[in-house]
C-alpha cells in the first residue's frame, strides 16, 4: 500500500505559523503527499510554495463546530476557492442535523456545492462522527448521496474521538462509490491508517504524515 497518496498532511492549530505551514508544503512534496490541510489564512502562501508541484491545497470551512450561518460558509468556501484552494472541507451544521432539519441541511450543502464544484473544487463534508448516532449519520449519508457532494468526513480533529475504523465501515456502506470518505482525527500509526483505509477510507487526514510513510 502506497501510504503517501492517501494523506492530506494537515496542520489547522490555532497558532500555527507561516515557518510551520511553509514545512508542512515541503513535507509535502518531498514524500508526494496528495495534499496539504491548512487554515484558510495560509491558502495565497501554499499556493505559492506548491506552484511546482502536483500537492493540492485543501483549507477548512466553518471550523471547528459547524454553525456558522450557511452564508458565511458559503463566503468563506468561495474565497478560499478564489485564492487557490483545490479542496473545501466543510463542517456540515451539526445542530441543525441533529435536530432533523432537512430543509435547511439541504440549503447548506447545496449552496456550499454549487460554489465549490463550478470553481472547480471538490467539497468534502465533515460529519464529526464521534458526536452522531448512526441514525443521524445515516440522514447525513443520504443527504450527501441527494446533493452529489465529492467527500464525506469523519472528523475535525478537535474531539476526543476521530476516525474508527466502524464508523467508516458504516459510511461505506451507506454512500454510493461515487462518494469517497476522507478519515480524520486520532490516526497516529501506519495500522492506524492501513486499517482505516481497508475499512473504506479514500483519504487520511494526518499531522503526523511523515512519521507514517517513515
Known amino acids: 500500500m502506497k501510504l503517501a497518496s ?51 491545497i485543501a483549507t477548512v470551512v466553518g471550523f471547528p463546530l459547524g454553525y456558522a450561518h450557511t452564508p458565511a460558509k458559503v463566503e468563506e468556501a468561495r474565497r478560499a476557492i478564489d485564492e487557490g484552494a ?9 445542530i441543525a442535523l441533529k435536530a432533523n432539519d432537512l430543509n435547511y441541511l439541504k440549503n447548506e450543502l447545496t449552496s456550499a456545492a454549487t460554489i465549490v464544484q463550478l470553481r472547480g473544487g471538490k467539497l468534502k463534508v465533515i460529519l464529526e462522527t464521534g458526536l452522531l448516532t448512526q441514525e443521524e449519520m ?12 465529492d467527500y464525506v468526513k469523519t472528523s475535525t ?25 476522507k478519515a ?24 503526523r504524515g511523515v512519521a507514517l510513510v517513515k
Open 138 to 149: 445515516l440522514r447525513a449519508c443520504k443527504l450527501c448521496t441527494e446533493l452529489s457532494v
Open 157 to 181: 480533529g478537535f474531539i476526543e474521538k476521530g476516525a474508527t475504523v466502524e464508523d467508516v465501515k458504516f459510511l461505506r456502506a451507506n454512500l454510493p462509490k461515487s462518494i469517497k470518505i
Open 6 to 56: 492517501y494523506i492530506d498532511h494537515t496542520l489547522l492549530k490555532a497558532d500555527t505559523s507561516e515557518a510551520e505551514i511553509e514545512q508542512l508544503c515541503n513535507e509535502a512534496k518531498e514524500h508526494n503527499f496528495v495534499a496539504v490541510c491548512v487554515p484558510p489564512y495560509f491558502v495565497r502562501k501554499c499556493k505559492q510554495w506548491l506552484k511546482d508541484s502536483d500537492v493540492k
Open 86 to 94: 483545490n479542496e473545501i472541507d466543510m463542517v456540515i451544521n451539526i
Open 184 to 207: 480524520s482525527g486520532g490516526i497516529k500509526t501506519k495500522e492506524d491508517a492501513e486499517a482505516l483505509i481497508k475499512a473504506g477510507a479514500d483519504r487520511i487526514g494526518t499531522s
